[in-house]
């Protein structure tokens, strides 16, 4: 990127730097030539008269004296090209046929000035190329052209100025180049360093090292980089000490009914006397642990399948009345047993569109807390719906939850009272299924509740996801 962006700035300085000397060189050849011009011009004026009457000896002089001022070489010419008079005093009666002069004599232009390499000779003797600059205007007397005034001067000078030029822009251009790269590098380190740090981080998270953060600094949009990668390295971070925490009590959750049982076994493999009731009661415990083990993998089957990306609802109208008053009456048999009564209350019949399957589970398991934890009372379940949301509510008159584990009752395996829920025979995976439950199906849900009065969790579905789809 740096190598690209100074390549790019040096070419525009090139671009530019090529104009400024070709337009400088322009106007100071343009203004020698002009000046130069007019010299030659006043002088044809001077000598028309000295011309015409053949006064060759002053006309001689006066071309020598204005070439010796001007710097240069005066010749006149007939109207056949033929020389009339030299400032050198070289070429008296030989024809010259530059092109400025057949311009001139052809009366193509009233003046005709070109440029010219020509080989000069140094002192030394060796020779050397510069470049002159040939002027021809026509000498007039009585309105009639009579010859040609011939001039011709060296502009190597200003050659050599615009090569000055041209040399100290192309210094000037390279310690440009050379400042742009260095402050190019300079400033891509700056705004490559945030980069530069994430990638390092990301290539430490791929070592499993997901409590990696980088600093927050550039621009607005690699701040707002780094914050997303921060906020996705916290989530990554936390899914990992959760995915360890998962396997930590999953494996505990099973491995205590499998030390329970072998302790059974050995035990009963291990007696002397074969006593039936101790074997009975034995196996009795064998077969409760069974149940436990088996109940543990079923909501771990659970968890996995709604945890799953992909997990799709099938949905379809269901009467939620009826659903509760179903699973209501298949709790009976834990009810019975305790001094609880379930009530139901509904002020409508109340459709919603939901996976039946998955819901019946949700609401299920909330109801079958609800009974656990009371010894004795009510339990209501209250179902409404509103304009924006159908509403269930599963209250109970039970132990309730202390304030500061009511945040954490949704965490797998967590309980409140682990030795009273392995005696009621909770996995303490329950309320992580209704709650996965419900927010596949846009909802939310709440609890409140208060040691020794009760607890209320309620669902809410917002009414969007239980439209019928139009056909």
Excluded at 96 to 108: D, Q
Excluded at 142 to 147: C, D, E, M
Excluded at 199 to 219: L, P
């Amino acid at each position: 990127m740096v190598l690209a962006f100074t390549v790019i700035t040096a070419f525009g300085f090139l671009m530019v730097g090529l104009m400024v000397s070709s337009v400088v060189g322009d106007y100071l050849i343009s203004e020698k030539t002009k000046e130069k011009q007019q010299e030659v011009t006043i002088l044809s004026s001077q000598i028309s008269t000295l011309f015409n009457d053949q006064d060759t000896k002053e006309l001689q002089d006066l071309l020598k004296q204005r070439g010796e001022d001007l710097d240069g070489r005066f010749i006149v010419l007939d109207n056949n090209s033929l020389v009339q008079s030299d400032s050198f005093a070289l070429l008296n009666a030989q024809e010259i046929n530059t092109n400025e002069i057949k311009e001139v004599l052809s009366g193509t232009s009233d003046s005709a000035y070109g440029f010219h390499q020509m080989d000069v000779a140094n002192e030394d003797g060796s020779t050397v190329k510069e470049w002159v600059v040939y002027y021809a205007v026509p000498i007039v007397y009585n309105s009639q052209r009579i010859g040609v005034l011939f001039y011709s001067s060296s502009i190597q000078d200003v050659i050599d100025k615009i090569s000055q030029i041209s040399y100290r822009l192309l210094l000037v251009f390279a310690f440009v180049t050379v400042i742009v790269f260095i402050l190019c590098y300079e400033f891509a380190k700056w705004t490559t360093k945030p980069i530069a740090n994430m990638t390092e981080a990301i290539y430490e998270m791929s070592q499993g090292k997901f409590n990696m953060r980088v600093r927050s600094s550039g621009t607005n949009e690699m701040r707002q980089l780094a914050n997303t990668f921060n906020m996705m390295s916290e989530k990554m971070e936390n899914l990992d000490r959760l995915r360890n925490e998962f396997v930590s009590n999953a494996s505990h959750e099973l491995k205590t009914p499998l030390s329970t049982m072998k302790i059974l076994v050995e035990s009963i493999l291990y007696q002397d006397d074969f006593d039936k009731d101790v074997t009975t009661e034995f196996l009795q415990d064998i077969n409760s642990e069974i149940d436990r083990m088996s109940a543990v993998i079923g909501d771990l089957l659970i968890l996995v399948q709604i945890d799953q990306y992909d997990s799709t609802l099938k949905k379809e109208k269901v009467s939620l009345n009826d659903l509760i008053r179903q699973l209501a009456h298949s709790l009976s048999p834990i009810v019975q047993n305790k001094d609880i009564t379930i009530n139901i209350t509904a002020t409508e019949e109340v459709f919603a569109y939901v996976d039946k399957i998955k819901m019946s589970q949700a609401i299920y398991n909330l109801i079958e807390n609800a009974i656990k934890y009371s010894e004795e009372g009510i339990v209501t379940i209250a179902l409404k719906r509103t304009a924006q949301a159908v509403f269930i509510s599963i209250s109970d008159t039970g132990i309730g939850i202390p304030a500061e584990d009511i945040s954490h009752i949704f965490e797998r395996f967590y309980r409140v009272d682990k030795a009273r829920s392995r005696g009621t025979g909770g996995t303490g995976l329950g309320l992580s299924i209704v709650q996965r439950v419900v927010l596949l199906h846009g909802g939310q849900i709440s609890v409140t509740s208060k040691e020794g009065v009760g607890s209320t969790f309620t669902i809410e579905l917002p009414i969007n996801e239980n439209e019928e789809p139009k056909k």
